[in-house]
């Protein structure tokens, strides 16, 4: 096999990865990777808003408004005005939602950061520089994407489901 195939086998598996993770994640728990990651934010900071979130786990607001909605139309989530400031609408889970969160599966990227946080350093800056040619060189360094390793949600057709 020439080394280009070897790449894209490589590249194929990777894709193949986060695409059975994402499978498994809902199938065991309902929830989509974006979903778990939202769910997780509110958790862990009590009256959260929808903007503090969608900057922490690099969503847009928008795609950020979409999950919301359907996580609040699954009881798993509340909406609340503030009290101090009622164009403020802060985020809590709701008790359905905090056993959903207790018995979730971890993304698969809090896996691969903790597995790529164990690497040295010169690893971590050699594995970063590789992937940004590859996606030089797949014309893909244009392409909006977040942090989040959802297949879903990179296609804003798909996203709507998430």
Known sequence: ?????????SI???????????????KSSGLTGPQLLIMKEISQVSGVTASIIAKNIN?????VTNILDRLEKRDLIKRVRSLTDKR????F???????????SPQ?????????FCSLESWEQSLLLSSMQRIATM????????????EIASMDNSIVDKA
Do not use: W
């Open 1 to 9: 096999m020439e080394k280009y195939e070897e790449l894209l086998v």
């Open 12 to 26: 194929r598996k990777v894709i193949r990865a986060i695409d059975l993770h994402s499978k498994q994640l809902n």
């Open 59 to 63: 969503l847009s607001a928008a795609t």
């Open 88 to 91: 403020r609408v802060e985020l």
């Open 93 to 103: 889970l709701s008790e359905a939602g905090e056993v959903c969160l207790v018995g």
């Open 107 to 115: 993304p698969l990227q809090e896996h691969f950061i903790d597995k």
């Open 138 to 149: 797949m014309d893909a360094n244009e392409i909006d994407a977040s942090p989040v390793l």
